[in-house]
């Protein structure tokens, strides 16, 4: 996928605003030419991380190697925060751009998956792991059931005496854990642009992420004149 600028000269033109992000453009005149300029320098930063964003989100869907998975999700927050930080930058070219991206930071504290990532790349950086722990299910065939602790870690399974037993233990992902910043505690998010996310597992919350910052490329390309 190529939003505008990435990587192909400027060989294409820039992509309308997809329908059903609160920052497209509507006709008023905060549309096409009216727009302020954002830096396209700034711009082009921030599709680069964009892509690495979106590559760690991928990754998470063909491996069940724990560290890679691991890898993947601190790749994932610290890319993310990378395009909010370059489209700030971009933006501080006029009030109108500037007004944007405040509107954007305001959403990223209304909403829980937005706020959770940007703590969590927080912690990544203050280096307290940033919300990611291991989590393992177990599949056990012929009527075995699984036993998990109050915080949902597998700890044993209970079985049928006489009843052989195949079991497979596969990992799901990263189970994600509340991150605590400067004595804040942040849950983990159970929900996205008014929508509940049924398992705030690190692969859904990349997934999400990554088509929610896909769209705030394609705002910020508008302001491109």
């Known amino acids: 996928m190529s939003i505008g600028y990435a990587s192909q000269n400027n060989a294409k033109s820039a992509p309308s605003a997809t329908s059903g992000s609160r920052y497209t453009c509507d006709g008023s005149t905060h549309c096409g030419t009216s727009l302020a300029e954002m830096d396209k320098r700034k711009y082009r930063s921030a599709v680069e991380r964009y892509e690495r964003a979106k590559a760690a989100a991928d990754r998470v869907t063909k491996t069940l190697?724990?560290?890679?998975?691991d890898t993947a999700w601190w790749t994932f927050v610290l890319a993310a925060a990378g395009v909010y930080s370059q489209l700030e930058q971009g933006a501080k070219g006029s009030p109108k751009s500037a007004q944007w991206f405040a509107e954007v930071k305001?959403?990223?504290?209304?909403?829980?998956?937005?706020?959770?990532?940007?703590?969590?790349?927080n912690a990544e950086e203050h280096g307290d792991g940033g919300g990611r722990a291991h989590g393992i299910d177990a599949v056990a065939i012929k009527g075995a059931t699984?036993?998990?602790?109050?915080d949902g870690k597998f700890v044993g399974i209970n079985a049928t005496v006489g009843v052989e037993l195949n079991v497979k233990v596969i990992p799901t992902?990263?189970?994600l854990k509340?991150?605590?910043?400067?004595?804040?505690?942040?849950?983990?998010?159970?929900?996205?642009d008014g929508a509940v996310i049924a398992e705030p597992l690190s692969y859904n919350v990349m997934a999400l992420g990554t088509e929610y910052l896909k769209k705030l490329l394609i705002a910020a390309e508008s302001f491109i004149v």
Not at 65 to 69: A, G, N, V
Not at 146 to 150: G, H, I, L, S
């Open 178 to 192: 509340p991150v605590c910043n400067f004595g804040v505690l942040y849950p983990v998010p159970s929900e996205h």
């Open 65 to 69: 190697d724990l560290p890679e998975l």
């Open 173 to 175: 992902g990263i189970r």
């Open 146 to 150: 699984v036993n998990r602790d109050e």
């Open 106 to 121: 305001a959403e990223r504290k209304r909403d829980p998956m937005l706020q959770y990532l940007h703590q969590a790349r």
